[in-house]
C-alpha cells in the first residue's frame, strides 16, 4: 500500500494560481496511473485530471481544460496539480489517488484507485 499526502492548496483570489503536489511513499508510483480529485460538501467524487504511469496520457474534465495541467516525476515519486485561472466553483478538497492496477491508460473513475490521500483544501474567493 501507498500513503499519499498532499500540499500546496490554500486561499486564493478569483484568477490566481496553485501549484498542488503529491508525495507517495511506501512503494514507488511509478507503474500506475494518477489521478486528482475534489468533492465538495454533498456532492459527489469527481475525478479533475488523470495521468497514466508514463505521463503519456492525460485527462482532464471539461470545467478545468485549459486551466489545470497533471504531471507526474516517476523518479521523485510525487504528481502535481497546476491550477490557474481558478474560479470560486473551483472551490473543494482536493484529493490525490494511485490507480489499482499497473500499467494502465488513464483511469477516471474513483473505483478504478485503491490509494488515496487526505486531500487538502482550496478556497478561491470571488
Known amino acids: 500500500q501507498v500513503q499519499l499526502v498532499e500540499s500546496g492548496g490554500g486561499l486564493v483570489q478569483a484568477g490566481g494560481s496553485l501549484s498542488l503536489s503529491c508525495l507517495a511513499s511506501?512503494?514507488?508510483?511509478?507503474?500506475?496511473?494518477m489521478g486528482w480529485f475534489r468533492q465538495a460538501p454533498g456532492k459527489e467524487r469527481e475525478c479533475v485530471a488523470a495521468?497514466?504511469?508514463?505521463?503519456?496520457?492525460?485527462y482532464y474534465v471539461d470545467s478545468v481544460k485549459g486551466r489545470f495541467t497533471i504531471s507526474r516525476v516517476n523518479i521523485k515519486n510525487t504528481v502535481y496539480l497546476q491550477m490557474n485561472s481558478l474560479k470560486p466553483e473551483d472551490t473543494d478538497v482536493y484529493y490525490c489517488?494511485?490507480?489499482?492496477?499497473?500499467?494502465?491508460?488513464?483511469?477516471?473513475?474513483?473505483?478504478?484507485?485503491?490509494?488515496w490521500g487526505q486531500g487538502t483544501q482550496v478556497t478561491v474567493s470571488s
Open positions: 489517488a494511485a490507480a489499482r492496477n499497473p500499467y494502465t491508460d488513464v483511469v477516471n473513475r474513483g473505483y478504478e484507485y485503491r490509494d
Open positions: 495521468i497514466n504511469w508514463s505521463g503519456s496520457s492525460t
Open positions: 511506501g512503494r514507488t508510483i511509478s507503474m500506475y496511473g
